[in-house]
């Protein structure tokens, strides 16, 4: 609690609340443009967050992760087009509920259902994030290494597509992450004899090719798509029936959101789903589900806000990024010199202070803007892509170059943009990717560390409990998860 409160008096920075206020906008800004979301906006900043200190830059990526998230409601509701796919569900009620005339009331649910999920999975970071951080303190390498393993099969249930197409892309994202001089032996490898490989590849620029570039290319297929605004007066608080309506669903989605989020590389769209369907599950409304129910909407934005401060729950206490943005804030973190993981609670309490008091600063300004500035917001939704991509493409270029100032991972970035587009065509998850080039290195650090210990020995892997447990969890995920969808696929197909 004493860091708590030293980060509220950090707060009193001017500074700092200028940076919370300004990223908080432009996060907004970010959710609201279909196309672009979150993940997207924080590895297009990314570049640029290396240039500030390392608290500052945390509070940057993590404000633009929770704003962006809250902002694809607005999308959804008025346009029926999520911001971000964490709000695809929000657009099952929201907009209809528009098209009666509500949207005002449909977006004053959504905002107060971010804000309590938002605010929420902050205190539990708060409190829960220590006791992580505590049992994981007693982890060795072996321990790391299990953990890290799980972390990858957890790809195999990311999204509705292929589990195997998914383990793919993350072992791709692996084998990249090889790249450049391994540090136990000194052997240089894949570098084809450049010294621009010589570290490895540019995160960034694969961060950037795969979410920006990539996403460029797949808008620019729907250039002939045309955009119309449900017209709404202004967004307005929930009545006391609709509070004692959805009060329950709110609760209900946001402990759901805030687990799913802890789980390793699932997130914020996995939770929305998750919340929507049990609140329809539990509801005495059922029948309206689809057609502008609030209980709908609430869910859904409670569920995908509290899972922005569950996955930061692994990222800050293991290491271990709980969602794709998450993974960006991962990278951000290293690349500033800090270490997350059990000894940051420790060690920098001080830092994560800040960090909390920043992201409940946030939550509570997206009460703000949601009630005060949706309509003005709305309108940049209509801002044509044939203007906004192309200033994304050069966004994306200047943050690929900018980090070392070399041509080079300009050349990355662009090929990464490809080869982002050709797997989101094919079925390929680049979130997948991304996660497994940010535990790679994690996990072949901690595998030479662990044989190290061993002296070669595998089998002693099995004397240590807490790592055959998690390889236990690890199997379980792999083997269950892609059945369990092939009886589902077989189940759709037959009826």
């Known amino acids: 609690m004493s860091d708590v409160l030293s980060g509220l008096t950090a707060l009193g920075d001017p500074y700092l609340i200028s940076l919370i206020i300004l990223t908080t906008l432009v996060g907004t800004v970010i959710g609201l443009l279909p196309g672009l979301n979150a993940t997207t906006g924080a590895a297009l900043l990314l570049p640029f967050t290396l240039t500030l200190e390392p608290l500052a830059a945390t509070v940057v990526l993590a404000t633009i992760y929770g704003s962006a998230t809250f902002a694809g409601a607005i999308t959804a509701i008025l346009i029926n087009t999520p911001g971000t796919p964490a709000s695809a569900t929000t657009c099952l009620d929201g907009y209809p509920l528009a098209q009666k005339g509500e949207a005002g009331r449909a977006i004053g649910v959504a905002?107060?259902?971010s804000?309590?999920?938002g605010v929420c999975s902050v205190l539990f970071l708060l409190f829960v994030g220590p006791f992580m951080a505590g049992v994981a303190y007693k982890f060795g390498p072996p321990e790391y290494f299990a953990l890290t393993l799980f972390g990858l099969s957890m790809l195999a249930t990311i999204g509705s597509g292929s589990s195997v197409k998914s383990l793919i892309a993350g072992a791709f994202g692996v084998l990249l992450s090889t790249i450049g001089v391994d540090l136990l032996t000194g052997v240089e490898r894949y570098t084809f004899g450049t010294n621009m490989l010589y570290d490895g590849i540019s995160f960034v620029a694969v961060m950037i090719g795969i979410f920006g570039i990539a996403e460029l290319l797949?808008?620019?297929t729907r250039l002939?798509?045309?955009r119309k605004i449900v017209a709404m007066k202004a967004a307005k608080l929930p009545s006391r029936e609709d509070f004692a309506r959805i009060r329950t669903t709110i609760l209900r989605s946001t402990g759901i959101g805030t687990l799913v989020g802890i789980l390793p590389a699932e997130g914020s769209t996995i939770a929305s789903m998750i919340g929507y369907n049990e609140a329809r599950r539990f509801s005495r409304h059922k029948d309206n589900f689809g057609k502008g129910e609030i209980e709908g909407i609430a869910a859904s934005e409670a569920a995908n806000n509290a899972a922005v401060g569950g996955t930061l729950v692994p990222t800050l206490a293991l290491g271990i990024p709980g969602s794709p943005t998450a993974a960006i804030i991962l990278a951000g973190l290293l690349t500033q010199?800090?270490?997350?993981?059990?000894?940051?609670?420790?060690?920098q309490g001080e830092f994560l202070g800040v960090l909390f008091a920043a992201l409940l600063l946030a939550n509570l300004l997206f009460l703000a803007l949601g009630l005060l500035g949706a309509r003005v917001f709305a309108q940049i939704t209509l801002i044509p892509v044939r203007i906004l991509?192309?200033?994304v493409f050069i966004f994306s270029?200047?943050?690929?170059?900018?980090?070392?100032q070399a041509p080079f991972d300009i050349y990355v970035a662009l090929c990464f943009g490809v080869i982002g587009f050709l797997m989101n065509r094919t079925g390929f998850s680049v979130v997948s990717l991304a996660i497994g080039l940010v535990l790679g290195g994690m996990i072949e650090q901690r595998l030479g560390q662990s044989m190290s210990m061993f002296d070669g020995n595998w089998l002693m892997f099995l004397t240590r409990p807490i790592a055959v447990v998690f390889f236990v969890l690890t199997a379980l995920v792999?083997?269950?998860?892609?059945?369990?969808?092939?009886?589902?696929?077989?189940?759709?197909?037959?009826?």
């Open 218 to 220: 797949e808008q620019s």
């Open 478 to 495: 792999l083997f269950t998860g892609p059945t369990r969808r092939g009886l589902q696929k077989l189940r759709r197909s037959t009826a």
């Open 224 to 226: 002939h798509v045309v």
């Open 397 to 404: 270029l200047v943050g690929a170059y900018a980090i070392r």
């Open 389 to 391: 991509w192309p200033l």
């Open 115 to 117: 804000t309590v999920g």
């Open 111 to 113: 905002t107060v259902a």
């Open 337 to 347: 010199g800090v270490r997350p993981g059990p000894t940051m609670f420790q060690e």
